[in-house]
């Protein structure tokens, strides 16, 4: 009979992996011509770094913040929302949507070793699509 392990090791971003992944989505946003935030949260959604580009919306500060927290919280990109969501019309009903933080359009992609995740990635400011590609690009840095 095997015995179950009395511990369980959990990994989380490192604060030089979040500055990497923040600092590769901006560079990506800047190659495009835009302007955006771009927020690390390790794997229960505290900020690990935040960085924002001076003409980005103070407004989309927060809503990078909140797409890297959905991400990390529901690990899932949060362009899979409205998918995920689709087969349960009582969950809108009742409005899930309200939930404090929770953003349900693209930008927001969980950071996995492994299977595992350590974190995510939240970026707003240009169109989701755009901040879908520096999100992208955020995790592009991150070593294999």
Same mark, same amino acid.
């Given at each position: 009979?095997?015995?179950?392990?009395?511990? &369980?090791?959990? $990994?989380?971003?490192?604060?030089? /992996?979040? +500055? %990497?992944?923040?600092? *590769?989505? =901006?560079?990506?946003?800047?190659?495009?011509?835009?302007?955006?935030?771009?927020? &690390?949260?390790? $794997?229960?959604?505290?900020?690990? /770094?935040? +960085? %924002?580009?001076?003409? *980005?919306? =103070?407004?989309?500060?927060?809503?990078?913040?909140?797409?890297?927290?959905?991400?990390?919280?529901? $690990?899932?990109?949060?362009?899979?929302?409205?998918?995920?969501?689709?087969?349960?019309?009582?969950?809108?009903?009742?409005?899930?949507?309200?939930?404090?933080?929770?953003?349900?359009?693209?930008?927001?992609?969980?950071?996995?070793?492994?299977?595992?995740?350590?974190?995510?990635?939240?970026?707003?400011?240009?169109?989701?699509?755009?901040?879908?590609?520096?999100?992208?690009?955020?995790?592009?840095?991150?070593?294999?």
């Amino acid at each position: 009979m095997e015995s179950t392990p009395s511990h &369980v090791i959990q $990994r989380n971003i490192s604060r030089h /992996a979040a +500055l %990497r992944l923040a600092t *590769a989505a =901006l560079d990506e946003a800047e190659r495009l011509g835009i302007h955006v935030n771009a927020a &690390v949260v390790d $794997r229960h959604g505290t900020l690990m /770094a935040f +960085l %924002r580009m001076p003409e *980005a919306s =103070l407004f989309s500060s927060q809503t990078a913040m909140d797409k890297a927290y959905s991400a990390a919280s529901a $690990r899932m990109p949060t362009s899979q929302w409205t998918e995920a969501l689709a087969p349960y019309p009582p969950l809108i009903q009742h409005n899930i949507l309200q939930r404090p933080r929770l953003v349900v359009f693209g930008g927001g992609i969980p950071v996995e070793v492994d299977g595992e995740v350590i974190g995510a990635i939240g970026v707003s400011g240009g169109s989701v699509e755009e901040d879908e590609q520096c999100a992208e690009a955020g995790l592009a840095a991150l070593p294999a």
